[in-house]
């Protein structure tokens, strides 16, 4: 039994070792050119920026180091509370007096035309808005507030204003706007829905472009369903609101307009949620198991609270994001799945379908597709288009010619420079 256990670990790292350096090797040995423009990258929380034919360097950030040393101070502040009644929160659960690995991840980050580089942190309880001064490549804090979380910075072409997405519970997003120092922020867009990535429109500065889907819910106000996601307009003088592209069988994300007045996007196909047959009786059967799990937590906290022993030898074990749990555009994305499946982009392997495309429409309406498996993407300055296939970074050049930019192994985001 032993013999096939050894056998049967060897093979599975065998296997692990050929994929690896498979990929590396196909990933190497690119037919594709390579480019060295500036841009940056999101990567699972982390930013990551690269000047002009540098590498990717990733972002350090004063404000993290603070908030990281001052959990340290506070576990061990709070150590002596460790096994006793003090560190039993009110749910039955365990304080987080010892945990000051509780990540704290950017959100989003966009390029100022001074080549400053904004971005927006979050953690459990606090968010700010920051800029990395260009020129001295210090950290500037901008704006901090509890509970709150920004995401889809887009700078106005002036650099005066800043627009985002402002999230709240239960899933409702709303556009704001800012100067450019954070002051001033209000919201432009409301109702029960979804809105985010707004973008500028080049020679209108009171207009936006943003996303947005609407939410079903029933009769509890719990959300039930949520619809496909459009491409609106926002007139902010007139503080009107109308659709620009939508088409149930879609989603539309990340409107952009480039300075020759076409629009791009990403369109993917939508996915209806239904309750089956089939999660019902999966439902029916997980349920005696989900009622002994709430009555076992029920149960552990009177433990702790008059024994100061919890019914098992420890809390859990910490879980960790993996490649079965990677967010992408709203998504949730089984990249091992994804990575057997998909296609290559450029010989660099694909987190996202083919059918999630790159589309670029002229103001008469022709539309063409200028990548597939886009996970996400921005345009330069110089019409330059960079998106990312969740793996790697391209840049579609104005000349036409794609150049691979950098890979890693999640990119969740890209950032083009000015």
């Known amino acids: 039994m032993h013999i096939v256990l050894v056998l049967l670990v060897a093979a599975i790292v065998v296997y692990v070792l050929f994929r690896f350096w498979g990929q590396r090797a196909a990933v190497s040995d690119l037919g594709v050119d390579r480019t060295a423009r500036k841009l940056a990258f999101l990567s699972n929380g982390q930013l990551f920026h690269r000047d002009v034919g540098g590498e990717p360097v990733a972002l350090e950030s004063l404000f993290i180091k603070e908030q990281l040393e001052r959990r340290d101070r506070a576990a061990q502040r709070h150590g002596w509370k460790e096994g006793t009644a003090f560190n039993i929160a009110s749910g039955g659960g365990r304080r987080g007096y010892d945990t000051p690995e509780t990540p704290i991840n950017v959100t989003s980050a966009a390029f100022e035309p001074s080549g400053s580089l904004l971005y927006a942190l979050k953690d459990q309880t606090v968010g ?15 704006m901090l507030k509890p509970a709150m979380h920004i995401s889809d910075l887009a700078v106005s072409a002036d650099g005066a204003r800043i627009a985002a997405a402002s999230h709240y519970k239960a899933g409702k997003a709303n556009i704001v706007v800012m100067d450019n120092e954070g002051n001033g922020m209000r919201e432009v867009t409301g109702g029960d829905t979804e809105d985010g990535a707004p973008a500028w429109i080049p020679g209108v500065p009171n207009r936006l472009l943003f996303q947005s889907s609407g939410f079903a819910r029933n009769e509890q106000g719990y959300i039930i369903a949520q619809g496909p996601m459009s ?5 902010m003088e007139s503080n009107s609101v109308a659709p620009i592209v939508d088409d149930p069988r879609f989603d539309h994300l990340r409107p952009r307009v480039s300075k020759d007045g076409y629009l791009h996007y990403i369109r993917r196909p939508y996915e ?8 019902a009786l999966l439902d029916t059967l997980l349920f005696p198991f989900r009622l002994l799990r709430a009555v076992f937590h029920y149960l552990n906290f009177f433990s702790l609270m008059y024994t100061r022993k919890p019914l098992t030898s420890a809390s859990g074990p910490k ?9 992408v555009q709203g998504k949730r994305i089984d990249a091992e799945k994804a990575l057997r499946e998909a296609r290559a ?6 987190l996202v379908p083919a059918d999630w495309q790159l589309v670029r429409r002229s ?9 597939s498996s886009v996970a996400s993407y921005d345009i330069g300055a110089d019409g330059a288009v960079v998106y990312t296939n969740g793996r790697g970074v391209f840049a579609i050049e104005p000349d036409g010619v794609t150049r691979l930019a950098v890979t890693a192994g999640v990119v969740n985001d890209v950032m083009a420079a000015g």
């Open 128 to 142: 700010g808005l920051f800029r990395r001064d260009a020129e001295s490549g210090r950290e500037l804090r901008l």
């Open 231 to 235: 491409i609106q307009t926002l007139d």
């Open 272 to 279: 209806m949620p239904s309750y089956t047959p089939k999660n």
């Open 319 to 327: 879980v960790e994001a993996d490649w079965k749990n990677i967010l």
């Open 345 to 350: 982009v450029h010989g660099v392997p694909s």
């Open 363 to 371: 103001p008469n309406g022709a539309e063409q597709v200028l990548a």
